[in-house]
């Protein structure tokens, strides 16, 4: 099989006059490097290592899952950016550092945009909102009723100044018409632990974060971010569902590679990450991750990166969100 695949390139190559290096022929004949720009435990670290697997056994090639967390995700993300355009060191990207890192650092030491070259959208995710359950508000519309009647009173939490939550919460708080107070914290379960022990009132969280104890509940949850409800909890409505029909948001992890690497590789990439993500072994692996598998084209996967940096550098010009 591997022999037939890059017999497919090799005639690829030939059909337009040898115009691509010979590394792309016979790629890959090395371990890949597969960078995950957060530590590990995480739920883009669940994706990078599910796929890797999968993808590595398909291409005969080890695909070695490397943790460079720190700096806002801007430290492994830059270290792709940076590295060559050969095939061989991959990003899982998400939504923080290729979509809402240039809407709120100034000095951002890569382009997502230029300096880097989508693959394939691996998954989506929504931001559910919740609240503690035993907060008197038990729908979003009273949610936003209460917010209003007690500007700046209550407050939300985060996982840092310019962190994609906190974006989705301003976002949010200037459609319902409401003020809050940002309370920033170092992590997703900081936030979610706090809002259980009723001093934060609300969070966006991931719902791997907050399913646990929305199911117990410790926590209640008001609305999903997504266009539909989500799989993992269908009886949660989404944010159009309850009032706000233009405000939707995703939270996505996908593949990404240094700009300039062949597209032969790119392709070839994208071909066995949509055959893994079809999987049903996979989809469950995910499922279980509360995250939808999505499998999409190189191109599909650009126009959608340049409109959701497009939207949140609106949304944080909008709030005065900016990192130095």
Request: no cysteine; hydrophobic share 45%.
């Amino acid at each position: 099989m591997m022999l037939t695949r890059r017999s497919a390139v090799l005639l690829a190559l030939a059909a337009q006059g040898g115009a691509r290096p010979a590394l792309a022929a016979d790629w890959p004949n090395k371990p890949i490097r597969f960078i995950v720009p957060y530590a590990p435990g995480g739920g883009a670290d669940a994706v990078a290592r599910i796929l890797g697997r999968r993808v590595g056994d398909s291409l005969g090639q080890s695909i070695l899952v490397e943790n460079k967390g720190g700096a806002g995700s801007i430290l492994g993300t830059d270290l792709v950016a940076k590295s060559a355009p050969d095939g061989y060191t991959l990003l899982l990207g998400q939504s923080g550092p290729i979509s809402i890192n240039p809407a709120v650092y100034k000095n951002l030491p890569y382009d997502p945009v230029k300096d880097l070259a989508p693959v394939v959208m691996t998954n989506s995710y929504p931001y559910v909102l919740v609240v503690n359950g035993k907060l008197p508000a038990r729908t979003l519309q009273e949610f936003v009723a209460l917010a209003r009647s007690k500007p700046g009173a209550l407050n939300y939490g985060t996982t840092g100044v310019g962190a994609a939550n906190h974006l989705m919460t301003e976002l949010f708080s200037r459609k319902a018409g409401i003020k809050m107070t940002h309370i920033p914290y170092r992590g997703t379960a900081l936030a979610v632990a706090d809002v259980i022990a009723d001093q934060v009132t609300m969070v966006f969280g991931d719902p791997v974060s907050v399913l646990p104890h929305m199911r117990s509940g410790t926590l209640r949850a008001l609305a999903v971010s997504s266009p539909q409800r989500s799989p993992v909890a269908p009886e949660v409505p989404t944010l159009m569902e309850s009032g706000f029909p233009d405000l939707e948001a995703v939270a996505w992890h996908g593949i990404l590679v240094p700009a300039r690497t062949p597209p032969e590789i790119i392709k070839t990439l994208n071909a066995e990450v949509v055959k893994a993500l079809r999987d049903p072994e996979i989809k469950d692996l995910l499922s279980k991750q509360a995250m939808q598998p999505v499998g999409d084209t190189p191109a599909e996967f650009a126009a959608f990166i340049q409109k959701d940096i497009a939207t949140w550098k609106v949304v944080a010009a909008d709030a005065n969100v900016s990192v130095e």
